[in-house]
């Protein structure tokens, strides 16, 4: 498993399909605002980055707590390596699949600004209040539709690449291992708890193993949730 994740973590090409399909779309459309959104983004995975380091140090430190002796060395490897390549595949994920969603719901809005436009309403004090009616698409409007419409399909292809294929195929394994590895933490947590078999320095470790296991499940699914709803608006 470890193995797999650092031959991707180099592997040219398949950082390259997505960043040139991104940096297309972004120098094909863009919005005035689009800057504000995906600044949002950028804001989350910097937020999420000084996590990282206190996960690993607080871990590390109940490890060595747990056990002083020269064997705990690999343990430490061990888990080093896999958290690191892991969580850069994670924050990858999220940082593709945020970045398709901003496109997707900026592209959403361009639409819905060109099928449908403001009236006003007589039983109101306002001149104008917004409500939806069908106006006249000019030749603009239709270019620019089906400019979207292609762009879409560009940015759905990113999603498909990603969710299937080899790259597909490591998000499962990953999900699948998490899912495990949660599940088997938490019933060891439970059990130990229970015998009063496990020290502070234990459960704490098990606690933060399993508080960053959900976390990184919540990252590839909250971005998946996103792009489906955008999706269903078009």
Excluded: C
């Excluded at 896999?82 to 593709?96: F, W």
């Amino acid at each position: 498993m470890g193995y797999i994740l650092l031959v991707y973590q180099f592997r040219t090409n398949f950082h390259r399909f997505y960043f040139d399909r991104l940096v297309g779309v972004l120098e094909q459309f863009g919005r005035t605002d689009i800057d504000i959104r995906l600044g949002a983004l950028q804001t989350i995975i910097r937020r999420l980055l000084p996590i990282i380091p206190l996960h690993i140090a607080l871990v590390l430190a109940a490890y060595i707590l747990h056990d002083q002796s020269w064997g705990v060395l690999a343990k430490i490897v061990i888990f080093l390596t896999t958290q690191m390549m892991a969580t850069s595949l994670t924050l990858l994920y999220l940082t593709i699949f945020g970045t398709v969603s901003v496109l997707l719901r900026q592209m959403n809005d361009t639409l819905e600004g060109i099928l449908v436009g403001p009236i006003s309403d007589p039983n109101t004090d306002k001149s104008v209040a917004y409500f939806t009616t069908p106006v006249r698409l000019t030749r603009d409007d239709d270019r620019t539709i089906e400019k979207i419409r292609l762009l879409q399909l560009q940015l759905l292809q990113i999603v498909r690449r990603t969710n299937g294929g080899d790259y597909g195929r490591l998000v499962i394994m990953i999900l699948l291992a998490t899912f495990i590895y949660l599940n088997t933490e938490l019933l060891q947590l439970y059990q130990g708890v229970k015998a009063g078999a496990f020290t502070f320095d234990v459960i704490g470790s098990k606690v933060l193993n399993s508080a960053q296991k959900v976390l990184m499940l919540f990252l590839f699914a909250y971005p998946n949730r996103m792009i489906q709803t955008q999706v269903s608006v078009v």
